[in-house]
């Protein structure tokens, strides 16, 4: 039966062109800005780290002076110091420690004109906790952290720029004034969102290349303005040691705790830390610790903004106003078809049949605007690349999923705003009509 | 088969009522060939819609096959006239988007009939009215006889045990018209019964009885042959 009705449906198409496609158009155009606005939304909402999002924890300590408001001010920094003390602790399977710095970088073979880079300074369990993919070499090891060696890991797009996307391994690249040395070239890789530096490059790619946190610190490489650096308490000397040694927050901390065990072991381990610093009479503001997983950072944090949410809900009201509009045509279509449904119903279609012929008939109409609708918003997509270029381009990206609930959004919004024209069309009585087919 | 007892029908239309049938008993045997005459307006379609349930009637009882058809709900009438009535209509209305076999096939698809048992069904239909090599044509591709011809095909291809039909060769020529009756007879003669309104006396008197609707008021004559033979 279902068959039948999707053929009368195609049938009915090809009777009412005009009228069918302009039905089509509004479902089209309402399903293909939701759907544009909603794909936004719905990729960076993602969980960047499916596999072990609620086990990779930001390390948060307030460590500020007494009279700071307990509320509102993110706590996603720490200092060098507190992340220096908590670091050997031994209880997460990873530490990753991240900060990033500003340089010129150039291939001294090859290029006379140094570019303005960005770089993030980190150590060797960054690639190990985010599973990085590699396409020539690897990441440096801990010997590299802890002799600060001169080692750096180039992103694929910056290995094309500084070396043509040859396999750069043991090459050096010039950064600043100093050579550093080539270990590994990742493969195209991106998190999304990018959660573990500042909330607003949460949607960028990752910087151009990395180096070791602490050769960062042994060329005493000055954060800019790529990291948080919060100094609620001014220091003494200019020197790098006296940025070290200071109250600044500016170093963000992830651990990987495998359990529950370890994470309440680890707890317990910077909550004692805290104590034993607060007796020292820092902590004065109050002990608050906090391991917060990356699914409750991405809240806290704000990085899913609430603008995309509000571009939705536009769209959806659009989307509601299109479907309004196509409700009339539905009921004019119906009310050009009561001579046969007159008819059916004179030779034996029960009123049920009549419903379920005309809700395969929008149901198909649905689909078709569904189909219409991906299409639009792919250009939608295309277009909000171009707008938006300092979003990746993977958020503009639909899915297998968002392509299918498109189409089935499109058939039971269709089904949905049909309901009252079929209900209508279905009490057409038998004996009415019969005149004019 | 049918028996009606005081059944009358008013319509109700903004405050004007109108007695499109005054209170009348009428029963109507399996088998029989009942042609219905009157003037136009006097109540012959209103009369057939009420017997072929696409109506309801406002007073009296009307029985179907010793059921009283004010218990049914919608869907059994539904299916009732699905299964054992078929309908003919002065204008045909077949669906011009769908060739002859799917305008037959219409009401076989409300039925639990396999495909082939449809098939057979519908092929059956058509070779009845002589149009067994035009399946795929499209109504408006045929004269006004061969789509009335399809509307009776449409009405018997569900073995019905009556067939109503509103003045079936109004829209005829005499010479059509002359043929649709002979098929008419024939599907008669097979056992299925035929109620037919008609204003063409000559046509009339082919039929075993004559009910006569005046003004909405129902009465009987006997068929002049009958009249003749007694
Ligand atoms: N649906 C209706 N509503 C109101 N009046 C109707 C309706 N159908 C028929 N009538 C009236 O009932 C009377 C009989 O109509 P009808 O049965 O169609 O006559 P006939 O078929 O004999 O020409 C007419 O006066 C007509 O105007
Ligand atoms: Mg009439």
Redesign the pocket.
Known sequence: MFSYYVKLALISFKRTPLLSFLMVLLIAMGIGATMTTFTVSYMMSQDPLPSKSDRVFSVQMDSRGDGYDWGESSLAEITYMDMQNVINSGIPKHHVVISAVSTMLKNPQQQTQAIKSKVRTTNADFFTMFETPFLFGSGWDEQADKQAQQVIVLTKKSNNRFFNGENSVGRFLQFGDVLYQVVGVLDDWQLMPKFYGVKTEAFSEPHDVFIPFNTQVKNELMVGNLVNNTCWKSYEGDDFAAFLASECMWVVLWVELDNDAAREQYQAYIDRYAQQQRDHGRFANRIYNRLVDVKQYLVDEEIVSDDSKMAVWLSVLFLIVCLLNCMGLMMAKFHGKAGEVGLRRAVGASKQHIVAQFSVELAVIGFIGGLVGLILAQFGLAIAENLYNYLHASLMQMNLILVLSTLLLAVLVSCTFGLLPIFKASLTQP??QLKSL | MLKMTGLA?V???SD?K?Q??QPFNLSIEQGEFVAVI????????????IAGLL?NHSEGVYELDGKDVSTLSDKHKSAYRNEKIGFVFQSFNLIPELNLYDNIDMPLRYRKFTAKERDERIMKALEQVGLAGRKNHYPTQLSGGQQQRVAIARAIAGSPSVIFA??PTGNLDSKMAQGIMSLLQDINASGTSIIM?THDNEQAQQAQRIVQ?KD?VLSEDAPILAQAIA
């Open positions: 004996s009415s | 029908k319509y109700l239309t004007v109108t499109a049938l009157g003037p136009s307006g006097s109540g012959k379609t209103t009369f057939l819609n109506e509103d003045e309104v609707i909405g």
